[in-house]
């Protein structure tokens, strides 16, 4: 079998986390190789998704900062270039912030920093199996056009978003059952929306809509549909859901799937325009996206609902009659997996609590326990849902990158070890875990220890994370 190459660092997954850990491991110092199934870099933010919330919560909602590092850099280069809005802050938005960045030149960002940093990559590949020594990592076979071949590195980092590598390098796991699973979601982006027309609606039939301020906020339905009829400018939005009276019409006469709510949220293209962007106009529950038949299937069936969603859109929503769809994304979105057991289990009480740690690498300000449904109830929010108290955030340790049993492999992005309801598959922790792995992995492979090593003196990765923009301390 050819091999392929030996590098220092050898990152398998060219998705959001995938993407910060090459790129933030080669800037601190490690000789990295990128495997990615596909010929583009991005996953969930241009390829699955892109997601319409892009870059959410980056700020708690006293509107301190809690996410910086690769996330701030990359969001100020694109602004920079007019492919971003700025950080988008209205009052009622506070604890759910929106800083929208276009999907397609983000994806070209990608390529770019790769080049920028040195690099490599190995793109239309898969990794197939794993090869180890005992019960450490040693690089993985890849399988691509041109045949097996093997790859070596000094640490693996599992960013399959599945946590394929590190099932296979026999890491622990846990997943619920699949008719308890989150459903995966096509998603697709449309242009040529009146929005003067469609505000116009939404102001005359404030009923029609779902308003979630944020808790910290205290702010009643009465205030925050007073605020709403304030609103000039659809970026100050963010998302909208509703039509709920034109929804239940639509699916008593079979126009409506009734496997997710109506609304969508906002993509910026060039020159100002802004796109609607339906990420939850598809809902494929009872799928097992670790079984290729059922993936093969939601494949499918939400490529239907997609185009009942989009009668439905023409039909029913005002402000929608000339709008046309730019793109459907090519793959789904997988919403929810495995999760890889580390050596530390972030759990609910952690993120409730805003709990800190000694060994942070990361903080996150989302809540636990609201989990999608097929349903035309777009969130179904569990009866312990809450948010991080205080208005604060929790911090992401670092042992939930270390799994257990194995050495020499870190995982970053959605299967990182938490429970069930700190489950941290959002683009943004995703981006956030990565950064710190691919740190971790370089500063490993340059001190000549395991990554469950490095669990001893976290104090150089947190030192070189803090000088990548990272924030680690002084916020609730």
């Known amino acids: 079998m050819e091999l392929f190459g030996e590098y220092d660092v050898v990152v398998v997954g060219g998705g959001t986390s995938g993407v910060a850990a090459a790129i933030c491991g080669a800037r601190a110092g490690a000789n990295i190789l990128l495997v990615e199934r596909l010929g583009a870099l991005g996953g969930q933010m241009n390829i699955s998704g892109p997601p319409g919330f892009a870059y959410a919560w980056m700020f708690n909602p006293r509107w301190e900062q809690v996410i910086g590092g690769f996330m701030e850099e990359t969001h100020a280069r694109l602004l920079k270039a007019g492919h971003a809005l700025p950080h988008l802050k209205p ?8 800083s929208y960045v276009d999907p397609e030149w983000w994806g070209l960002l990608m390529f770019d ?11 239309h590949t898969l990794a197939t199996e794993v090869i180890k020594q005992g019960n450490t990592m040693k690089g993985v076979i890849v399988e691509n056009t041109s045949g097996k071949q093997m790859v070596l590195g000094k640490v693996v980092i599992d960013c399959t978003g599945e946590g394929d590598l590190s099932v296979r390098a026999g890491a622990p796991w846990e997943q619920v059952p699949k008719e308890k699973l989150q459903p995966h979601t096509i998603s697709f982006t ?17 009923d029609e809509f779902a308003w979630r301020p944020h808790p910290y906020l205290g702010w009643s339905q009465e205030r925050i549909k007073e605020r709403m009829k304030e609103v000039t400018d659809i970026t100050e939005i963010g998302e909208i859901m509703g039509w709920i009276s034109l929804r239940d019409q639509a699916m008593a006469k079979g126009e409506w799937h009734g496997k997710s709510g109506v609304g969508f949220f906002l993509v910026p293209r060039e020159g100002g325009v802004i796109q609607a962007h339906f990420q939850h106009s598809s809902h494929v529950g009872n799928c097992d996206p670790t079984d290729v038949r059922d993936l093969t299937y939601a494949e499918g069936e939400a490529r239907k609902q997609v185009q009942i969603a989009w009668g439905f859109i023409k039909k029913y929503m005002q402000g929608f009659e000339k709008a046309y769809i730019t793109r459907i994304t090519p793959e789904i979105r997988v919403r929810e997996s495995r999760r890889i057991m580390g050596d530390y289990i972030l759990n609910s009480d952690d993120v409730v609590q805003a709990r800190k740690f000694d060994d942070v690498i990361g903080k996150c300000a989302f809540p636990k326990g609201g989990h999608h449904t097929a349903s035309v109830s777009t969130l179904t929010l569990d009866a312990n849902h809450e948010y991080p108290k205080d208005g604060g955030s929790h911090d992401i340790p670092y042992r939930c990158l270390v799994p257990k049993h194995v050495e020499n492999l870190l995982v970053a992005g959605k299967p990182i ?6 489950y941290q598959r959002f683009l943004m922790q995703t981006i956030v875990t990565g950064q710190a792995a691919g740190v971790a992995a370089a500063l490993c492979v340059k001190s000549g220890i395991t990554p469950r090593e490095l669990e001893k003196d976290v104090k150089k990765l947190q030192e070189v994370l803090l000088q990548q923009g990272v924030i680690l301390y002084g916020t609730h």
């Open 190 to 206: 449309v242009d040529g929306v009146d929005w003067g027309r469609m505000l116009k609606y939404m102001k005359e039939n404030l």
């Open 113 to 123: 920093m790769m080049e920028e940093n040195g690099v490599h990559l190995l793109l």
């Open 417 to 422: 070890s938490t429970d069930r309801d700190a």
């Open 91 to 98: 009052d009622f938005r506070a604890g759910y912030s929106f």
